[in-house]
């Protein structure tokens, strides 16, 4: 009789902890959707650090560099040197 109480026991707490892991809070399909979610952030952090460098190098390269505000007033700015002729190309 008392082994088949210990058993019963047994098996209900083997029940109560099997439900937990597949339907309670931490339940397997939620930490797995938890991971899937960590991965897509930092996927999303690395695209964001890699462009926080290049903002980094390229404001090093305007405080520092002669060469790289030149190359903006020309690109974005249309300045040239004085003697140069500015020549634009447009195809139709």
């Known amino acids: 009789m008392v082994h088949r109480i210990v058993t019963l026991v047994l098996l209900a707490i083997l029940a ?3 439900a937990q892991l597949w339907l309670g809070s931490y ?6 959707e938890m991971r899937m ?3 897509q952030i930092k996927s999303a952090n690395e ?4 462009e926080n460098n290049r903002l980094a190098s390229e404001v090093t390269d305007l405080r520092e560099g002669k ?3 030149e190359e903006k007033a020309r ?12 020549v634009q190309v447009t195809r139709p």
């Open 37 to 39: 979610q960590i991965a």
């Open 75 to 86: 690109s974005e700015l249309g300045m040239v040197k004085p003697g140069e002729i500015y």
């Open 27 to 32: 339940s397997m399909d939620l930490v797995q």
């Open 47 to 50: 695209v964001a650090r890699a």
């Open 67 to 69: 060469d790289m505000v």
């Open 16 to 18: 109560i902890v099997h």
